[in-house]
């Protein structure tokens, strides 16, 4: 049997499990300051994903407005940034207060 790397066994497993798709997901909601500009990430928090659905809490109507406009181009930088499409639609909800 050809030795093959631990790493891609990894990767591999991964890729293939519910686990993957959770620890993508932890990712983007650890690195969503770093990832949008401060301004986007003073007024809008991920909330968390559901089948492929980004969840997204506004500060503001005026704010949530403005992000549906946006919504096509951050699902793109999101996806670029993790490497694979993870998102496939984002909901934006206005804060509770």
């Known amino acids: 049997m050809e030795p093959r790397s631990l790493r891609k066994i990894i990767k591999k497993f991964l890729a293939s499990s519910s686990l993957g798709k959770n ?3 932890i990712e983007l ?3 969503w300051d770093e990832i949008l500009s401060p301004v ?3 007024h809008a928090r991920p909330v968390g994903i559901r089948e492929d659905k980004l969840l997204i809490e506004v500060s503001s109507s005026a704010w ?3 992000l549906s ?3 096509d181009k951050l699902k793109s930088k999101l996806n ?3 490497g694979k499409e993870v998102i496939k639609e984002i909901r934006f909800y206005l804060k509770e207060e």
Do not use: M, V
Request: net charge neutral; aromatic share 6%; no cysteine.
């Open 40 to 42: 986007i990430s003073k």
């Open 80 to 82: 670029e940034e993790l």
């Open 64 to 66: 949530l407005n403005e």
């Open 69 to 71: 406009f946006l919504k």
């Open 23 to 25: 620890l993508t997901a």
């Open 29 to 31: 909601l650890a690195r």
